[in-house]
């Protein structure tokens, strides 16, 4: 089942922002996680969230999901990719994340 999710590196999601592709990340981290820090313009869902919130996404648009280390991530690109959604998982999470992050 996970063959069908596709897997996307930090190192990819990195470049893709600096070209600003037309991408959404959505991260999955609890509130706890985030105050750490999130990437730039990354929407903060967090997992047990996602179900009530793909009612308010665009099913037109492209989704990177996002958490620690990819785990969460992946459960929840396979609901939303069950839903209809365009989805990848970032593989290695946020501890493979070299780029920057903000502290909301």
Not at 57 to 85: T, W
Request: charged share 30%; with cysteine.
């Amino acid at each position: 089942m996970m063959d069908q999710i596709k897997e996307i590196s930090t190192t990819e999601v990195e470049e893709m922002l600096i070209k600003e592709q037309d991408v959404v990340l959505i991260d999955v981290r609890e509130d706890e996680e985030i105050a750490n820090g999130i990437i730039e313009g990354a929407l903060h869902i967090p997992l047990k969230q996602i179900p009530k919130a793909t009612d308010s996404l665009d099913r037109s648009k492209e989704y990177i999901l996002v958490c620690r280390s990819g785990g969460r991530s992946m459960n929840a690109a396979l609901y939303m990719k069950e839903q209809g959604f365009n989805v990848s998982n970032m593989i290695g999470g946020m501890i493979d994340w070299q780029g920057e992050v903000i502290i909301k």
